[in-house]
């Protein structure tokens, strides 16, 4: 079984989470695809350089300049950093981004209500399976930052719980692929302040209840939203977790199935 | 014969000079590395930030934040616009730094009279050349930050020319292997001023004059050495040339031979 494990910027802007991280990870038998997000140091970086950072429903509005923020934020430094870590922990890691190898192929996001900017989608079916899978075979770690390209020269912004679906779907042509989405909690909570309301499983039915009656909205929305796009289309098992669980017998989580 | 293409930040930070090479540089037959060096947005943003940019003999003294900086420009920013804009020329690019697949590992630098911190200088001996030659083997263009790491989870600075150096040296086992060195003039100038005063082909008893008489000196001195080093180790031909020469039949420039 191909693990893709996403995690956030709640791993990647916690240097001892981050390291707990991926002492884990390179535990982990079996080949791995791991996806990461970018974190505040992007907001940082531009606020230094002056440049507002426009957020609208979670999402990064991509101006030319914030592009090139996020590109060396999440593409250089965050990438190169967690490849260098797992390189020191002798797992053979490899960062990348969409455009290396072609390995994700987005379209822009046209302007519609919003304006997202420099904003991508990757196309399932432009995802480069004989990179991202020459480099599974051959014994490197894919480290994947949520930085794509439409093809055309131009790099685009792309949301990393889409990046990891949209991965860990490719890859099911070729491996039985579980996605894991690492995250700050445990899982999908009832009541977010209640460790013990873990949802250990969420079908179509449940999903549907949990978000009529507002246990599930926001961010989560999306990120159930790919887990299910994720298990529709080929994904054997998709599962969203903390990020101290991938190590244990039974990770825990919530368990998304049809 | 395996080209390995440097280019420096004459090319780097200029936009239009950039998109012309690139264009010449998809029209060359045969295999080809491309390394790049870093440019002048690494110091624009280290200003912006608050970080002064210190230069000892053309060399940046690497603190950890400056060494953050060149690992999001170089790695991050540079690198996945050069491998975008290939893409999009249908060049197959493949970005990567040194930590990636462990293609490039160095030594850091020792404090000596001159503490240049985060800086490394390559370990030919741990050249990822299986990392490398997969690329190129399976029809990629290595497009080469010059960030490496040390094996043991840091990254380091490292200097582009001697980068290309080491990747042209160490794939000189596997094949022939032609470096050049792109550069703002056509080649080594006996004056600097007179386009028509090239000289068109260096040995060491020739260099050893030109260094006496002064003609060749500051930043000249360690490219030149680089090149004397590649052919002295199986680099079968080392020219330094214009970066628009690329693709002309005889590319001009000057010549490096025992």
Redesign the interface.
Same mark, same amino acid.
């Given at each position: 079984m191909l693990k893709v494990i996403k995690i956030g910027g709640n791993v990647v802007d916690n240097r001892e989470v981050l390291e707990s991280f991926l002492d884990d990870l390179v535990k982990l038998e079996g080949p791995c695809v791991l996806v990461h997000g970018g974190g505040k140091v992007a907001t940082e970086?531009s606020k230094?350089?002056?440049i507002e950072t426009k957020m609208i429903d979670g999402r990064r509005v991509t101006d030319e300049r914030t592009l090139?923020v996020v590109? &060396?934020?999440?593409?250089?430094?965050v990438?190169?950093?967690i490849?260098?870590?797992l390189?020191?922990?002798g797992m053979?890691?490899?960062?990348?981004?969409g455009?290396?190898?072609?390995a994700i192929t987005s379209g822009r996001r046209s302007a519609g209500a919003i304006d997202y900017g420099f904003v991508g989608d990757p196309i399932l079916e432009l995802t480069g399976v004989s990179?991202l899978s &020459?480099?599974i075979e051959?014994g490197?770690m894919p480290v994947i930052a949520p930085?794509t390209?439409d093809?055309?020269?131009?790099?685009l912004n792309t949301n990393a719980d889409t990046v990891a679906r949209t991965v860990a779907v490719a890859l099911s042509s070729v491996y039985e692929v579980e996605l894991i989405y690492c995250f700050e909690m445990a899982g999908v909570m009832a009541h977010i302040d209640d460790p013990a309301s873990l949802i250990s499983h969420i079908d179509p039915a449940h999903y549907a209840e949990l978000r009529a009656d507002g246990t599930v909205s926001g961010g989560m929305i999306p990120k159930i939203d790919n887990a299910f796009d994720a298990v529709r289309n080929g994904v054997k098992s998709v599962v969203i977790c903390g990020c101290d669980a991938i190590c244990k017998e039974n990770c825990g989580g919530t368990r998304i199935t049809l």
């Open positions: 970086i230094a350089l002056g090139d590109t &060396m934020v999440y593409a250089g430094l990438n190169k950093k490849a260098a870590s390189q020191g922990r053979n890691a490899f960062g990348l981004c455009a290396d190898g072609g990179t &020459m480099l051959r490197y930085i390209h093809g055309k020269g131009t790099l």
